[in-house]
């Protein structure tokens, strides 16, 4: 395990760089660490974002952890000089990445073995791609809670922001030299950043899908649920960052995608008990058909599992 700065790298042909920030929680890093460097396509990095305050006890419990991988050259450490939120940390990573290729994982979260190698593949054999994503299920307390549904790569963007399909940060791979300069998260918001990368990029690159499912996300805790009323801050932060994107949807594909995430305030209202709040959710989103389809679709999933 090598500590490095912050500062830039020329790519290095067939690397692919995992990069993993890491923020008061470091129970599970080492899970998903070891799922990056067990991949099968053996060309890899894992650069592990210090997501932290330095040598706060969190830092502190980090690199203590990361010493097993002292005499490990494919794990790397990168401390940031403040805390700032996951999308800096992110930020952070890729500029310190070696590689030609991108992904990210969440520190709880972890790969199947064959996940980048698939996609390797898969950019290889399609050399006007530059994105390729996997399907991923989600675990709770060990057990397959659901897998989210099949999707294909047709109008993604739009289907992200509308909520048809759920993509994962940690299913991604991207070639970087197709990103540098102008694809980033967006260090103003403390959510969403994931749906906000990938809104931007996808607005000028072309993706592809390994139809597997090769990520699992874990959702063991429920601390980072937000409630009623900072969701509602997120989604109006969110579509802020995503303006220039929306501009060319028509009116009636901005009702569809602007009421998938009314409704979503409204579910999180309704288990809140917050009648009131629910209710002007409702109003403010009206009826629309196709909306409340998408809604009952999503339930019926969620029910599944």
């Known amino acids: ?16 760089s995992c990069i993993i920030p890491s923020y008061r929680r ?15 396509y053996e060309n890899i990095e894992v650069c592990v974002v210090d997501d ?23 794990v790397r450490y990168i401390q940031q000089k403040a805390h700032i939120n996951g999308a800096a940390a992110r930020n952070a990573g890729m500029d310190a990445a070696c590689g030609e290729y991108i992904a990210f994982l969440d520190d709880d979260d972890e ?21 390729v994503t996997t399907l991923w299920e989600i675990h709770k307390n060990g057990n397959l809670i659901r897998r989210e549904e099949k999707y294909t ?24 030299d197709a990103i540098v300069g102008w694809g980033r998260f967006d260090e103003s918001l403390l959510r969403h950043q994931d749906l906000q990368f990938l809104i931007v990029i996808l607005e000028k690159l072309k993706c592809a899908i390994v139809p597997e499912y090769l990520v699992k996300v874990h959702i063991d805790s429920d601390m980072n649920i937000p409630s009623a009323m900072d969701l509602i801050r997120i989604k109006e932060e969110f579509f802020r960052a995503v303006q220039p994107q929306m501009g060319k949807y028509t009116e009636g594909e901005k009702k569809r995608i602007r009421n ?21 959710y409702v109003v403010k989103a009206g009826f629309h058909y196709q909306s409340v389809r998408d809604l009952v679709r999503q339930g019926m999933e969620r029910l599944k599992g």
Request: charged share 25%; proline share 3%.
């Open 111 to 131: 790969w199947m073995p064959t996940k980048i190698e698939k996609q390797i593949d898969m950019l290889r054999n399609n050399p006007n791609v530059d994105i």
């Open 1 to 16: 395990m090598h500590q490095v700065d912050n500062h830039n790298y020329q790519a290095i042909k067939d690397k692919v």
């Open 52 to 74: 932290n305050n330095p040598n706060d006890e969190y830092s502190l419990q980090l690199q203590n952890l990361l010493e097993r991988y002292a005499e490990d050259s494919r």
């Open 153 to 176: 790569a047709d109008n993604l963007q739009y289907k992200i922001l509308s909520q048809e399909v759920q993509v994962g940060t940690p299913t991604i791979l991207v070639r970087k």
């Open 26 to 40: 470091c129970e599970t890093v080492a899970r998903a660490i070891d799922s990056v460097i067990r991949q099968t």
């Open 260 to 280: 998938a995430h009314y409704y979503q305030i409204v579910y999180r209202a309704l288990r809140e008990h917050q009648l009131i709040l629910a209710m002007k």
